[in-house]
């Protein structure tokens, strides 16, 4: 099967997990971020992830993805949302947080969506308007590195001891790992080690590389 993806992109990374989770094989296919014409042919509009099936068919929208993959291939491994999740929760409360530290930083990262220059423009131009001007985003680090810490302290005990599988798992690490691209930031114990076994469990690789 074929995952047409962006890198940056936390919905992406959700549709990447259950790939290896399941061992199951993928072939990644990335899209310019400038590329409009490429994902409307396959569904009818610009959107991330999409995914090709093995009869040739496409679709889109990423937990619809992962429940299509886990349910079709073997044993299901993701349990449903509980009532009030704390992981969706969280990233209802910190994702805005994070996505304002790490836009302005990813813009600049070196990831296959923006190989050419247009690309990169294209998102600096659709970002600037969901999240404001960079360069003042960028200014405000320190405030909101403050606040995307106090979220993970809230986290953290949430962590403790949890080795399942749940649907709330494909909200929380995709977002943690989009935050692990701004450098400064102290993770709680569980954080971290929650993040790393994620990373080697889904083959996910974080911004460790790249921090700005």
Not at 21 to 43: A, H, R, T
């Amino acid at each position: 099967m074929k995952l047409y993806v962006y890198d940056h992109c936390p919905f992406c990374a959700r549709a990447r997990m259950i790939f290896a989770l399941k061992n199951i094989p993928l072939e990644l296919q990335y899209f310019l971020e400038n590329d409009v014409d490429g994902p409307s042919k396959l569904v009818g509009k610009k959107t991330t992830p999409i995914l090709e099936k093995t009869d040739g068919s496409h679709m889109a929208e990423s937990m619809d993805i992962v429940h299509y993959i886990d349910g079709q291939y073997g044993d299901k491994i993701v349990a449903p949302l509980k009532e009030e999740d704390p992981f969706k929760a969280w990233w209802d409360t910190a994702a805005m947080t994070v996505f304002k530290l790490a836009i302005p930083r990813l813009t600049q990262a070196d990831l296959p969506e923006f190989a050419t220059t247009e690309a990169r423009e294209a998102f600096y131009a659709r970002q600037s308007k969901n999240f404001g001007n960079f360069n003042d985003l960028l200014a405000k680090t320190p405030e909101l590195i403050k606040e995307v810490e106090t979220h993970l302290a809230k986290l953290d005990p949430v962590l403790a001891d949890y080795n399942e599988l749940a649907e709330g798992d494909f909200f929380i690490f995709p977002l943690l790992r989009t935050l692990s691209i701004v450098e400064g930031v102290d993770y709680p114990s569980n954080v971290r080690s929650y993040v790393k076994r994620m990373e080697q469990a889904t083959a996910v690789s974080i911004y460790c590389d790249q921090t700005r």
